[in-house]
């Protein structure tokens, strides 16, 4: 029997005295290696050392969980058995099963190697992606199995158990199955939660090592794939109209297992913060996934908790509940995106947790350099953590120093073999070769291994004295948002300009939280932007156009109409280039003040506000239901339908800027019904995720009573009137 290591102590990193079993490493310069042959070698070589460990959870008053590859192995068994009897689309092939989910990471990872240990290639599909864009992706890749996030044996009528995050799933499953053929999928299935395949985690027992599970893994046939032959398959973020399947073969899984072992950094035993990002994209997967394979890192994870029902309860990653975790664990390792690195930026606690890490890395698009400025002058070794799902990493994973005062720029991987091609202003497109080391995802799956010559379209600027790089933009117009996520405002721009009010739009956004678009009217309809009026009825006219471009393109690139920007050509003639298009870089530089402006102003609310009277009369707040009506009303509007008061606001399709926008309707709320200016923190909706949470908060701010937590909501509620009656008669 192997150790127990729930009863090693408390304080998981090295530095903290923690112990791990002695770690054997694998031997990764053998060309037939594939992440089945490494899960095979941890679970004989590895089997007591961690893969994950599991956040602390206060209110059970469990200790850590470490989940070791034994346990692993245990739970891909019961993927594989699930899985075992599914046949490829074509004689010859590797089955493909699709993941179309968020799914809490540790589950991820773990259907993922069990897709592939059961002989199956795994795809992961965004969730965010437009139900036009999965089927897509479904009918090009030839998946015809699918896992997704709701029990496909519900009918509709009888799913009313369903939480609010299951039913967003079979609506959008819904869509997809319209826009394919009748007989394309074989069979959905739900996603396995993380207590059918760690049954321990329900009562929060010990793992019992089970001595069996290498030779049951062992004994399962591997199928011998040739080096082209995917692995797995990702998607690009769609530089045209609907992303692409890009086939992941051997040699390509190889180049992104070798590429943390490629520089001076050492990631054995390094605890890495795997439930800070989304296990759906590529960033995720690797560093919470795949560097573990290769290098023996051990990922944080957090712990799934039990709904009201008995239920496994995925938890939302927010920057409330991520650094949380990280402290509780010990984390020495972290990633993020832009968008929530600045969210701790305004947090002096989590500030002090980021400066005990060794490396915060982050990705996926630019940091605010005010912002990363101030983390390094804190103490936080912030790193450039830079690649492509096509290329893989492009940045060294990671360097053996920190750049300080450098932050903005990385060394580039030693795996790579790169050109630079000059362009103007000092900058150069990067270019990135295949070598015997290294090779990029493709398209279509290749039939020999061909010399590729990969054009990133980024934009990169050299350090002036060092060997360092800079990434400064891309050659298309593609548009990086904060939160890692990117937008392709084509698509989205000609629906709205097929409106006949319009004459052209222009998105922006880079480096920001969310997009908006600047709105050139068409002759008839050019009106007095001074008129705010004129300007609200405008955008009223012209408001289905902006819908439908949101219901084409995914979530993060959603429109609001208090970043729509209307400009009068008249006054200020939009540039264009010979073929008479507008000129992206020259009109976001002539209106960068005012798009600056917009982002800056917190107060920021869509225009449908100003028409809705959130105040409170003093007498009103004596009854905590006329508070919550209106924070309820709030929330509704933002989300556009109702919410179940109980049910945490994330699992209802609130995402980072539905928070936003509600923090702002709280901070208008309270100001109306209070002669005090509130300082209402940035995360105010990750503290108090649902409709009773925030209404005790909000009646305590305007009663100027603390808000004891430790109750149950609808009893803080009451505890919170009879106080301000007993205490505060004057109100």
């Known amino acids: 029997m192997g150790p127990n290591l729930n009863s090693f102590p408390t304080g998981v990193n090295r530095e903290a005295g923690f112990k791990f079993p002695k770690f054997n490493t694998p031997v990764l310069d053998n060309p037939e290696v594939t992440p089945n042959e490494l899960v095979d070698f941890h679970?004989?070589?590895?089997?007591?050392?961690?893969?994950?460990?599991?956040?602390?959870?206060?209110?059970?008053?469990?200790?850590?969980?470490i989940i070791t590859w034994n346990e692993i192995g245990s739970a891909l068994l019961k993927v594989y058995q699930e899985l075992s009897s599914i046949s490829p689309a074509a004689p010859g092939t590797s089955p493909v099963v699709g993941l179309i989910a968020y799914g809490e990471p540790l589950v991820y990872f773990t259907v993922l190697l069990g897709i592939m240990k059961a002989g199956c290639v795994p795809f992961a599909i965004s969730p965010r992606n437009s139900p036009a864009a999965i089927a897509h992706l479904l009918k090009s890749s030839g998946c015809r199995n699918v896992y997704v996030e709701f029990d496909p044996r519900l009918l509709s009528h009888n799913a009313s158990n369903m939480s609010v995050s299951e039913k967003m799933s079979r609506d959008q499953m819904d869509e997809v199955l319209k826009l394919l053929p009748e007989s394309h999928l074989r069979e959905v299935m739900e996603l396995p939660s993380a207590h059918t395949l760690f049954p321990r985690l329900v009562t929060g027992s010990a793992y019992i090592f089970d001595s069996t599970v290498h030779e049951k893994l062992e004994s399962i046939p591997t199928p011998i794939k040739a080096a082209c032959e995917p692995v797995m398959i990702l998607h690009s973020s769609g530089s045209i109209a609907f992303p692409k399947t890009l086939y992941m073969g051997r040699s390509v899984i190889q180049s992104w297992l070798r590429a943390?072992?490629?520089?001076?950094?050492?990631?054995?035993?390094?605890?890495?913060?795997?439930m800070a990002l989304p296990a759906f994209q590529a960033m995720g997967f690797h560093v919470g996934s795949l560097i573990n394979l290769s290098t023996g890192s051990i990922s944080g994870f957090f712990r799934p908790d039990i709904g009201p029902d008995g239920r496994c309860k995925p938890k939302t990653p927010n920057s409330f509940n991520v650094i949380q975790a990280i402290a509780s664990l010990g984390c020495t390792i972290a990633s993020f995106s832009p968008m929530m690195l600045t969210e701790f930026a305004s947090d002096p606690s989590s500030i002090e947790t980021l400066r005990t890490l060794k490396r915060v890395g982050f990705g996926g698009g630019p940091l605010n350099t005010e912002i990363g400025n101030q983390l390094v002058k804190s103490g936080v070794n912030l790193c450039v953590v830079y690649g492509s799902t096509e290329v893989g990493p492009i940045s060294a994973l990671f360097s053996d120093r920190c750049l300080g005062a450098d932050w903005e720029y990385f060394e580039m991987s030693p795996q790579l073999t790169t050109r630079f091609i000059p362009h103007e202003n000092d900058l150069y497109e990067l270019v990135v070769l295949s070598s015997d080391v290294h090779r990029c995802s493709t398209t279509a799956i290749e039939p020999i291994m061909s010399l590729q010559t990969y054009h990133t379209n980024d934009f990169l600027a050299k350090h002036p004295t060092l060997p360092l790089y800079r990434v400064v933009g891309r050659?298309?117009?593609?548009?990086?948002?904060?939160?890692?996520?990117?937008?392709?405002?084509?698509?989205?721009?000609?629906?709205?300009t097929f409106n006949p009010a319009?004459?052209?739009?222009?998105?922006?956004?880079?480096?920001?939280?969310?997009?908006?678009?600047?709105?050139?009217?068409?002759?008839?309809?050019?009106?007095?932007?001074?008129?705010?009026t004129a300007v609200e009825e405008y955008i009223s006219q012209i408001w289905p156009s902006i819908v439908e471009a949101n219901n084409f393109g995914p979530s993060h690139s959603r429109l609001t109409r208090d970043l729509i920007m209307i400009i009068d050509p008249r006054v200020t003639p939009l540039p264009r280039t010979s073929k008479?298009?507008?000129?992206?870089?020259?009109?976001?530089?002539?209106?960068?003040?005012?798009?600056?402006?917009?982002?800056?102003?917190?107060?920021?609310?869509?225009?449908?506000?100003?028409?809705?009277?959130?105040?409170?009369?003093?007498?009103?707040?004596?009854?905590?239901?006329?508070?919550?009506?209106?924070?309820?009303?709030i929330i509704s509007m933002?989300?556009?339908?109702?919410?179940?008061?109980?049910?945490?606001?994330?699992?209802?399709?609130?995402?980072?800027?539905?928070?936003?926008?509600?923090?702002?309707?709280?901070?208008?709320?309270?100001q109306k019904s209070s002669k005090n200016t509130p300082n209402v923190p940035q995360n105010i909706l990750y503290r108090y995720?649902?409709?009773?949470?925030?209404?005790?908060?909000?009646?305590?701010?305007?009663?100027?009573?603390?808000?004891?937590?430790?109750?149950?909501?609808?009893?803080?509620?009451?505890?919170?009137?009879?106080?301000?009656?007993k205490y505060q008669p004057s109100i």
């Open 43 to 65: 679970v004989t070589h590895n089997s007591s050392y961690p893969f994950g460990i599991l956040a602390a959870s206060e209110k059970d008053g469990i200790a850590k969980d």
């Open 260 to 274: 943390p072992l490629s520089n001076g950094f050492c990631w054995e035993g390094e605890l890495t913060a795997a």
């Open 475 to 496: 050659l298309d117009d593609q548009i990086m948002l904060s939160n890692s996520e990117k937008t392709n405002p084509g698509p989205m721009e000609a629906i709205i």
């Open 502 to 532: 319009i004459k052209s739009a222009l998105m922006f956004g880079r480096g920001k939280p969310q997009n908006g678009v600047i709105i050139e009217p068409e002759e008839a309809s050019v009106l007095d932007i001074t008129n705010r």
């Open 580 to 633: 008479g298009q507008l000129s992206r870089p020259k009109v976001t530089e002539m209106f960068q003040a005012q798009i600056e402006a917009k982002y800056s102003n917190d107060q920021a609310l869509d225009s449908n506000s100003a028409f809705i009277d959130v105040s409170i009369n003093p007498q009103e707040i004596l009854i905590g239901k006329s508070v919550r009506n209106r924070v309820e009303r």
């Open 638 to 670: 933002v989300l556009d339908g109702d919410v179940n008061p109980e049910e945490d606001l994330f699992a209802q399709g609130c995402d980072s800027l539905h928070a936003r926008y509600i923090r702002c309707r709280i901070v208008q709320l309270i």
């Open 689 to 725: 995720p649902t409709v009773l949470m925030l209404t005790q908060w909000v009646l305590s701010i305007l009663s100027h009573i603390p808000l004891h937590v430790s109750q149950s909501e609808e009893e803080s509620c009451t505890r919170l009137i009879k106080m301000i009656m």
